[in-house]
């Protein structure tokens, strides 16, 4: 019950640095250059399901191999 715990905690800092960063780089874009805003919103979907993709996986590893560690 820890773990997941840990895990949705973990999960939902990902996610804020996500949008933080999205934030961040469209703002830096944008003085840069023209930039579509519909891109921007791809790219940052494509990234989140990559990202919760991983934590899944990382999750059902989890739980299937409890003693496996990908530092060994």
Do not use: G
């Not at 840990?6 to 003085?31: A, E, N, R």
């Amino acid at each position: 019950i820890f773990a997941i715990k840990i895990m949705k905690f973990i999960s939902l800092v990902i996610l804020v640095i996500q949008d933080v960063s999205l934030i961040l780089s469209i703002s830096y874009v944008w003085t840069l250059s023209d930039f579509l805003a519909t891109s921007a919103v791809v790219m940052a979907e494509i990234l989140k399901v990559v990202a919760c993709l991983f934590i899944i996986f990382e999750m059902s590893v989890r739980y299937i191999y409890p003693n496996f560690s990908i530092s060994k």
